[in-house]
């Protein structure tokens, strides 16, 4: 069973700061990109930002500049850190892991999702 918990979201004012946090649990081989997703109302959910094993980076274009993605290997997590944020960016976040298991087939898993909200 594996598990990414999430944790860092909270109410922030427009032009604040918040630093999410995923860290995956469980039985896996090995965990390939990392990545967050969001998904605000009535609205499809999109990729944010993802990072691969390496350290290889992607970002949405609403958000290059403010937000950067990073990964601890030997911790399994990864996080979010986001920067003059805006009401724009408001939406639950999910954290997302491609993990392979030890015959090498690769798995994705979510986890539970995280609120952010930037409101005055």
């Known amino acids: 069973q594996v598990q990414l918990v999430e944790s860092g979201g909270g109410l922030v004012q427009p032009g604040g700061s918040l630093r999410l946090s995923c860290a995956a649990s469980?039985?896996?081989?090995?965990?390939?990109?990392m990545g967050w997703y969001r998904q605000a109302p009535g609205k499809q959910r999109e990729l944010v930002a993802a990072?691969?094993?390496?350290?290889?980076?992607d970002y949405a274009d609403s958000v290059k500049g403010r937000f950067t993605v990073s990964r601890d290997n030997a911790k399994n997590t990864v996080y979010l850190a986001m920067n003059s944020l805006k009401p724009e960016d408001t939406a639950v976040y999910y954290c997302?892991?491609?993990?392979?298991?030890?015959?090498?087939?690769?798995?994705?898993?979510w986890g539970q999702g995280t609120q952010v909200t930037v409101s005055s």
């Open positions: 997302n892991a491609a993990m392979y298991d030890s015959t090498s087939y690769l798995h994705h898993y």
């Open positions: 990072i691969t094993r390496s350290g290889s980076t």
């Open positions: 469980g039985r896996f081989f090995s965990i390939s990109t």
